[in-house]
C-alpha cells in the first residue's frame, strides 16, 4: 500500500452556489494505504464530498446533485507531501501517521 496527496477540483455548480470563481476551489486530500491511483482518486473523492457535506448540509448538497465523481482530479503525487497555498497550509502529518 501507498500513500498519495491528490488534489481535486470542486464541480461548477458547487462554486456557483458558493458565489465563488469556478477553477479556484480545490480540495487537497492525504490518503494513505491506496494500493494504486484509481483507489487513491476514489477515496479522495470520497473524502472531500463527506466534508462537504458536513460543511453545507447534505440537503443542499443534494439539491446541488453533487457526487462524489464529480470532483475532478487535478493532479496527484505519490506520498504525502506538503502544501502550501495563498497564505494556508495543510500540516505535514508526523511519522507516527504516515
Same mark, same amino acid.
Given at each position: ?13 458547487? @462554486?456557483?452556489?458558493? &458565489?465563488?470563481?469556478?477553477?479556484? *476551489?480545490?480540495? !487537497? /486530500? ?22 462537504? @457535506?458536513?460543511?453545507? &448540509?447534505?440537503?443542499?448538497?443534494? *439539491?446541488?446533485? !453533487? /457526487? ?31
Amino acid at each position: 500500500m501507498r500513500s498519495w496527496t491528490v488534489v481535486l477540483l470542486r464541480p461548477q455548480r458547487m @462554486c456557483d452556489y458558493q &458565489g465563488e470563481e469556478y477553477g479556484k *476551489n480545490v480540495y !487537497v /486530500a492525504l490518503i494513505q494505504d491506496a494500493q494504486d491511483t484509481t483507489e487513491a482518486r476514489i477515496k479522495a473523492q470520497m473524502e472531500v464530498h463527506a466534508a462537504d @457535506c458536513r460543511d453545507l &448540509g447534505k440537503r443542499v448538497m443534494s *439539491n446541488l446533485d !453533487v /457526487a462524489p465523481r464529480d470532483y475532478g482530479l487535478c493532479v496527484m503525487f505519490r506520498g504525502i507531501h506538503q502544501t502550501a497555498r495563498f497564505g494556508w497550509e495543510v500540516p505535514t502529518p508526523t511519522r507516527s501517521e504516515t
